[in-house]
Each structure stands twice: as structure tokens, then as C-alpha cells.
């Protein structure tokens, strides 16, 4: 089974500062593992994916996440929010044998304070 | 290329009623995948769609089905609609090989209301 825990269900950060939005996940075979960000009355869209390549993957907008096993961890990151990077945030888990499925944490609403 | 669509944005029903929603996917993606996103439960995966075949399901009742036709627009049907129900419907296309590293690319959604 496969399953995904977002850290902190709302995270504010001044403009400008350092974004950190956690993701953890529990797979009993190896992970996928992808970010999404949801605009108000919007669909999903990705920012970046890890499919076992690189560890350290870059996405768009300058965000970027580092898969590490050892914690099952796959936090996103950027290293200066903009007013526009608010947004919620989803982190999401599939594997192989799970074709079509992505499993999906709570989410993460990001303010963005000026 | 265009991206996903979904028909209609918004549908208000009343219980006991049915709906079908419709999602047609980007050019040359042959897998749709349905979710429901609702405040309490989150996102929830419905099933995913592949050359006109169910090839994964979630846990949801059997009055949630689909179907996708040959050109691989897709359909959900639900049926003796409960409150429960209401709820933001996603559908995401992708080009659906056997590697679940395709990203699915999503639709702006189906807002379902039920009074």
C-alpha cells in the first residue's frame, strides 16, 4: 500500500523567503513521486516529478524537491516565494503497478505575505 | 496543443438524481483518470481509462462508473446522486503506457452540486 502525508495543512512565508513545504510517503515498492499546485478554481498542475532518476529534481518556477529514502521524504522547496506562488500545494505517490493512480496528500495551502 | 476539457463547469442536481460528466483528453493521450476532491476527504482516485478499458479502480460504490470511447474521451456516470456526492470531479489525461511515470495532465474540473 502506498500512501502520502503532507506536513502542516497551511504555511506562510513573507515575500521573498525561503519556501518549505513537507511530504512524506510510505511505499512498500519503489515510489514515484510528484508535486502539484491547485490556483483557486483551477485544476492540477505539476511542478516537477521523480521517477528514480536524479534525486535532486527541478521543476518549473524555480521549485525544486529532493527525494531521500532513508526518510521518506520528498520536500519541495524555492528558495524565494512570490505573491503568485500562492497556492495549494499537493504531493502525490505511485508506483509501477499502479498505472493511472496517483495517491495524494491533504494538501498544503501556501500564503505568501508581502 | 489543447489541454484537457471538462463539460459541463458546474451542474447543480437533487438527490436521487444521475449525472454524467465528460472529459475530453490532450491529443494523442489514450488514459483518463477521474478524481474526486472534496474539503474533507481530499483527492480521491474514481478509475483510469486506457484504449476503452477499465484498467484501475478506486474504492468508490458502484454508482460511480465510466467509460471512455474510441477516440478516448471519457465519461462518468453517477447514479441515485447522495449529498455526499457534491464535490469538485478532475479528470487528467496522459499518454498512457504501462509507466505510471506519464504525467497526467489535468482538466479545470466539474463542480458538482447536490441539494
Known amino acids: 500500500a502506498q500512501s502520502v502525508t503532507q506536513l502542516g495543512s497551511h504555511v506562510s512565508v513573507s515575500e521573498g523567503a525561503l519556501v518549505l513545504l513537507r511530504c512524506n510517503y510510505s511505499?512498500?515498492?519503489?515510489?514515484?513521486l510528484f508535486w502539484y499546485v491547485q490556483y483557486p478554481n483551477q485544476g492540477l498542475q505539476l511542478l516537477l516529478k521523480?521517477?528514480?532518476?536524479?534525486?535532486l529534481v527541478k521543476g518549473i518556477n524555480d521549485f525544486e524537491a529532493e527525494f531521500k529514502k532513508s526518510e521518506t521524504s520528498f520536500h519541495l522547496t524555492k528558495p524565494s516565494a512570490h505573491m503568485s506562488d500562492a497556492a495549494e500545494y499537493f504531493c502525490?505517490?505511485?508506483?509501477?503497478?499502479?498505472?493511472?493512480?496517483?495517491?495524494f496528500g491533504q494538501g498544503t495551502t501556501l500564503q505568501v505575505k508581502p | 496543443k489543447a489541454g484537457v476539457t471538462q463539460t459541463p463547469r458546474y451542474l447543480i442536481k437533487t438527490r436521487g438524481q444521475q449525472v454524467t460528466l465528460s472529459c475530453s483528453p490532450i491529443?494523442?493521450?489514450?488514459?483518463v483518470s477521474w478524481y474526486q476532491q472534496t474539503p474533507g476527504q481530499g483527492l480521491q482516485f474514481l478509475f483510469e481509462?486506457?484504449?476503452?478499458?477499465?484498467?484501475n479502480k478506486g474504492n468508490f460504490p458502484g454508482r460511480f462508473s465510466g467509460r471512455q470511447f474510441s477516440n478516448s474521451r471519457s465519461e462518468m456516470n453517477v447514479s441515485t446522486l447522495e449529498l455526499g456526492d457534491s464535490a469538485l470531479y478532475l479528470c487528467?489525461?496522459?499518454?498512457?503506457?504501462?509507466?505510471?511515470?506519464?504525467?497526467?495532465?489535468f482538466g479545470p474540473g466539474t463542480r458538482l452540486t447536490v441539494l
Open positions: 511505499s512498500s515498492v519503489p515510489p514515484y
Open positions: 481509462y486506457f484504449s476503452e478499458t477499465q484498467r
Open positions: 487528467a489525461s496522459s499518454l498512457g503506457g504501462l509507466a505510471s511515470t506519464d504525467t497526467q495532465y
Open positions: 502525490a505517490v505511485t508506483s509501477s503497478s499502479n498505472t493511472g493512480k496517483l495517491i
Open positions: 491529443s494523442g493521450h489514450r488514459s
Open positions: 521523480y521517477t528514480s532518476a536524479a534525486t
